[in-house]
């Protein structure tokens, strides 16, 4: 690591003086847990001259019911308050489960949702030292002309690696960002592009401030990944289902991965498993869809194929433990 470089940290108590600051600092960057963003800045990736403090904001730190039987949490919510918050564990339990296997308990006390959502992609040539990137010559990602993973082409393959987004995905959630030009609601999904280098789709001086989960009465949901270290790394591949089985067999079955792309990537295809019982058949068809959704490459210590297999077998083990529930 490198040593931390001088920058100014600025307090707001709300988020219309958050957004104000920024206008007033154009190079600032946002800051809650920092779990993410001060790696970056001690390895040398991230160099701002003013940090934009959000831990004051005590508006986006709140969990409320929505009035129609769904859930509204701010993205200032650490993930440790997820985790043992009953109204998640019991409705979106892929939520709580995917914010339980982030880091150790030490990240998940400070580490935030929003956070977790806007992280930065990662790959082996870029999340090292600055000496280290340097001795390489860059990356595509950070002050280079070369994606070190395929050389030959001008994209960047850095995967995404944040537990919560497919977790929330898989309910359709919805996010409300605040900035320079007021405020937007979106879905999930649309805040983010398959692109390593410029991942996430929020405009200059953007928060994304609550994220806005609809009810999901008789749905099951679990989350799962592997990781190198069970105690600390990212994923490898992690996987969320959200499932609901009625008389007749599936009803409803959505499937979101991280690790493997440099989005979130939400499953497509799956409604073919409506009517079906959760049975070898059933998995199989989930297994087929893999194949032409999923994109990991060299971007890991870890070769794709295994990770590939890894995807593969986690969405058989998590439909496998809601069937029986």
Request: glycine share 8%.
């Amino acid at each position: 690591m490198e040593f931390m470089p001088d920058f100014n940290v600025l307090h707001p108590a709300t988020i219309d003086e958050a957004v104000n600051l920024f206008g007033q600092n154009p190079d600032a960057r946002y800051v809650a847990g920092g779990t993410d963003l001060v790696v970056n800045i001690r390895r040398g990736i991230e160099a701002p001259q003013t940090l934009i403090d959000l831990s004051r904001v005590t508006d986006i730190k709140q969990i409320e019911d929505d009035g129609a039987g769904g859930t509204v949490i701010g993205a200032g919510v650490t993930l440790s308050t997820l985790i043992d918050h009953q109204g998640l564990t019991e409705n979106y339990g892929a939520v709580a489960q995917a914010a339980a296997t982030v880091a150790a308990a030490t990240h998940r006390h400070v580490a935030t949702l929003g956070g977790n959502l806007c992280l930065d992609t990662r790959c082996v040539f870029y999340n090292q030292s600055e000496w280290w990137r340097s001795a390489n010559d860059y990356c595509l990602k950070s002050r280079g002309d070369v994606c070190h993973v395929a050389p030959s082409g001008d994209h960047c393959f850095a995967a995404f690696s944040g537990d919560l987004a497919p977790a929330l995905l898989v309910f359709d959630a919805e996010v409300t960002i605040n900035g320079p030009e007021g405020s937007r609601t979106v879905p999930l999904n649309d805040i983010y592009a398959d692109d390593g280098a410029a991942h996430l789709l929020l405009e200059k001086g953007e928060i994304l401030t609550t994220i806005h989960l609809p009810a999901a009465k008789g749905v099951r949901s679990g989350y799962d990944k592997v990781r190198v270290r069970d105690s600390l790394d990212f994923p490898l591949a992690g996987v969320a289902i959200a499932m609901k089985i009625g008389a007749q067999g599936i009803d409803r079955i959505k499937v979101a991965l991280t690790g493997l792309n440099s989005r979130p990537l939400v499953l497509a295809g799956t409604d073919a498993l409506t009517g079906q019982n959760v049975d070898e058949k059933a998995l199989d068809t989930l297994s087929d869809l893999l194949p032409k959704q999923i994109q990991p490459m060299t971007s890991t210590m870890t070769p794709p194929g295994y990770r590939r297999k890894v995807a593969t077998n986690l969405i058989r083990k998590v439909a496998l433990s809601l069937s029986d529930r």
